[in-house]
């Protein structure tokens, strides 16, 4: 077989709660994504030695890049009430909104006719722009959703707890609109380790958002664009009321925190198994797993 390890097959646990092996005959295609993909390289022994011996999981090729170099899109919101909420219920089926996109009446003219509010991919319009004139790329995206959302959409994850919670938490949310600002070049780095050897247990997930400088700051010239924009011409007329950040947080510091406490990913996470041909590399340029003969890994690199 040769000195390299190599790839046999899959172990997994099946519907039942029992283990089970399938075995190869050419090659183990790994796509897990940027978390699942470095969690099962790991437990299957391949990794950084410091995680894996304390945890008794046998070192089958030390890769030291698994699970490092974890790089996010962290975005912040900025969300306005609108100053004529009657007006804005009478185009409520021209565009996607939280209460449109869950109506039934809405689901079932996208199902029968494919047309409808379900038809919008929610961020209408947006913009990619240089925040300092010394960048080459753009490092801010601006989308803009047409509905009002808290400081931290994630916080609307309970919305979903139980059946009906959803028209019932939304019910007294205004109507009005958000702008998401999105640091789309960071210079941050995380990474993801596991706990267990267990391969039920989630991995621990260290974002390091804001681990730069020049993300965070990418993200206070989005805010202070954000402001400019919905009080030009010809969009002031479209936004009353400012809400997040409170127009009460003017000082720098009190965005940074507002920033800090509030920032979200915008689902753009890459870099834990890296390509390349140094020591930090997990996979080359073929997508083959180093030094692992018959693996790869695919997408999220």
């Not at 997994?12 to 390289?41: C, D, F, H, T, W």
């Not at 707890?161 to 780095?189: C, D, E, L, Y």
């Not at 009460?248 to 800090?260: A, H, T, V, W």
Request: charged fraction near 20%.
């Amino acid at each position: 077989m040769g000195s390299a390890p190599r790839a046999l097959g899959v172990s997994y646990i099946n519907a039942n709660g029992e283990r089970e092996r399938a075995m190869i005959r050419k090659e183990v295609i790994l796509s897990a994504g940027a978390y699942g993909s470095p969690q099962l390289l790991m437990l299957s022994g391949i990794g950084p030695p410091d995680i894996l011996a304390p945890l008794g999981i046998p070192v089958v090729m030390p890769l030291h890049g698994v699970g490092k170099n974890l790089q996010d899109h962290c975005a912040v919101l900025f969300s306005c009430k609108s100053p004529n909420p009657s007006e804005d219920r009478k185009h409520r089926d021209l565009y996607y909104t939280e209460e449109t996109g869950k109506d039934w009446k809405t689901i079932l003219t996208w199902v029968v006719a494919g047309k409808g509010p379900l038809t919008s991919t929610m961020c209408e319009a947006g913009a990619f722009l240089k925040t300092n004139p010394i960048f080459n790329d753009p490092d801010l995206q601006l989308r803009f959703i047409p509905f009002f959302s808290e400081a931290d959409p994630y916080f609307s994850l309970s919305d979903y707890s139980s059946k009906g919670m959803f028209f019932k938490n939304r019910s007294h949310r205004p109507s009005g609109f958000t702008i998401q600002s999105v640091a789309i070049r960071p210079k941050s780095r995380g990474r993801l380790t596991i706990q267990s050897k267990d391969p039920r247990m989630l991995p621990i997930i260290e974002s390091g958002w804001f681990s730069s400088q020049e993300d965070l700051e990418t993200l206070l010239r989005g805010i202070s664009l954000s402001q400019k924009l919905v009080h030009a011409s010809p969009l002031a007329s479209y936004f009353g009321e400012q809400c997040f950040p409170s127009t009460g947080l003017s000082k720098k510091e009190d965005i940074i925190r507002y920033i800090s406490s509030t920032c979200h990913t915008a689902n753009a996470v890459v870099g834990t198994c890296r390509m390349g041909t140094d020591k930090q590399a997990v996979v080359n340029p073929n997508l083959q797993v180093m030094g692992v003969e018959r693996l790869r890994v695919l997408l999220q690199l």
